[in-house]
């Protein structure tokens, strides 16, 4: 059971846009921890998505963008393309756990 | 750019202690905010957080496995990062990732990672 929660599964058709929840609690997301996404293709080392809630690293499409309110998260994926396929994962620090945390990642398929 | 390798046995018997080194370069573990951290992810499970540490010797483990874990910089090196687990069990089996952690929190280079099984 992971400490940030998000769905499962996410599917898109090309061209479309998706969105991939991250939910925590008053310890982390909620205390104003920032929240870091992140891009697994397949057989491949994570891959830095998105820093502080809203961030790209250089070389990021701007497909892609985040954001944080309350004691949740979102990545969005616009213009989905078939090379978007992968898992997405978010992170953040755990205040009670003192630990730094992450979701239980959401496996994107693209139609 | 920042580089880190992650270097140890593929295959451990149950109850033996995993004993894995990241060699990092193009940084220093002394630079204020940076740290050296390691991820763990089971065959087709999500990525977990297991130890860091930061220049000033600071050092975090994963409360679950606290026990279990010491967290080093190698005397002899500074740019190597030795992570040992202790009593290793076939739920241990998973890619281990070496990373490095920025200022902001987040894992912004990360090793390749080395798939350690555990079976006897």
């Known amino acids: 059971q992971s400490v940030l929660t998000q769905p499962p599964s996410v599917s898109g058709a090309p061209g479309q846009r998706v969105t991939i929840s991250c939910t925590g609690s008053?310890?982390?997301?909620?205390?104003?921890?920032?929240v870091h996404w992140y891009q697994q293709l397949p057989g491949t080392a994570p891959k830095l998505l998105i820093y502080?809630?809203?961030n790209r690293p250089s070389g990021v499409p701007d497909r892609f963008s985040g954001s944080k309110s309350g004691t949740s998260a979102s990545l969005a994926i616009t213009g989905l393309q078939a090379e978007d396929e992968a898992d997405y994962y978010c992170?953040?620090?755990?205040?009670?756990?003192?630990?730094?945390?992450f979701g239980g990642g959401t496996t994107l398929t693209v139609l | 750019q920042i580089t880190l390798k992650e270097s140890g046995p593929t295959l451990v018997k149950p109850t033996q202690t995993l004993t894995l080194t990241c060699t990092f370069s193009?940084?220093?573990?002394?630079?204020?905010?940076?740290?050296v951290g390691w991820i763990r992810q089971p065959p087709g499970k999500a990525l977990e957080w297991l130890a860091l540490?930061?220049?000033?010797?600071?050092?975090?483990y994963s409360p679950s496995l606290k026990s279990r874990l010491t967290i080093t910089q190698d005397t002899s090196s500074e740019n190597q990062v030795v992570l040992t687990m202790t009593n290793m069990a076939p739920v241990d089996t998973g890619t281990y990732y070496c990373?490095?952690?920025?200022?902001?929190?987040?894992?912004?280079?990360w090793g390749q990672g080395t798939l350690v099984t555990v079976s006897s």
């Open positions: 992170q953040s620090f755990d205040s009670s756990l003192s630990a730094w945390v």
């Open positions: 008053s310890s982390n997301i909620g205390a104003d921890y920032d």
């Open positions: 990373v490095h952690r920025r200022r902001f929190g987040d894992f912004d280079s």
């Open positions: 502080l809630n809203n």
């Open positions: 193009q940084f220093s573990l002394y630079t204020s905010g940076v740290g």
């Open positions: 540490i930061s220049g000033d010797d600071d050092r975090r």
